[in-house]
Every structure is written in C-alpha cells, then in structure tokens.
C-alpha cells in the first residue's frame, strides 16, 4: 500500500513563504505524475500544481506565479514552494498522484495533509 507523507506546513504571515514535502513510499516513483492539492474549510479539495514524471509543470491561476512544484526523484519526494502567501493560501495541502487532468481526484490513499495557516 503506497503511503503518502506530507510535511512543512505552519503559520505564516501574509506575504511569508513555505516549503512543503511529501515522500511516497512507492517504487518506480520517477515515472509518476505528482500533484499538490489543497482544502480549505468548507470547500472541496483541488489541484493547484502538478508535475510531470519529465519535470513539466502546471498550476491552478489562483497560486501561479507563487507555487513552485518540484521533486527529487532519488528521495521519492515532491516539493512545494509557496511564496507570497495569502489569507486564501489557508488549508490543508495534501501530495497525490492525480487521475487526470480536470479532476481533484488521486489514485493513492490520501495522507494526512499538513496544515498551512496564512494570518497576521
């Protein structure tokens, strides 16, 4: 059973920066595509950065420009950089293999997140 980890979250103020990781137990995790999903309070989960297992990225409109998603394939890790966060950036951030595009979905059980709070 693959287990996902996920660590680095906190409290940050407004305008401050993170860095999330994720390590999956998984063989063969180079040649998976990786996601970063959030969930806020009250709302569904969605994906705001996906990596290829070739390195290309994508990103939600709402983090672009912010996020950066990256991974190291010999420590079966993915990374998220967060800078500039903002009170809407709250929420649990969770990594996953995605389903496919348009989805919120991941083909793994999910871990146990970690909490992001952006407040003054």
């Known amino acids: 059973q693959v287990q996902l980890v996920e660590s680095g979250g906190g409290l940050v103020q407004p305008g401050g920066s993170l860095r999330l990781s994720c390590v999956a137990s998984v063989n063969l995790f180079r040649f998976y595509a990786m996601g970063w999903y959030r969930q806020a309070p009250g709302k569904e989960r969605e994906l705001v950065a996906h990596?290829?297992?070739?390195?290309?990225?994508n990103y939600a409109d709402s983090v672009k420009g912010r996020f950066t998603i990256s991974r190291d394939n010999a420590k079966n890790t993915v990374y998220l950089q967060m800078n500039s966060l903002k009170p809407e950036d709250t929420a649990v951030y969770y990594c996953?293999?995605?389903?496919?595009?348009?989805?919120?979905?991941?083909?793994?059980?999910w871990g146990q997140g970690t909490q992001v709070t952006v407040s003054s």
């Open positions: 996953n293999r995605p389903v496919g595009v348009g989805t919120a979905a991941g083909v793994w059980p």
């Open positions: 990596i290829t297992s070739g390195g290309t990225t």
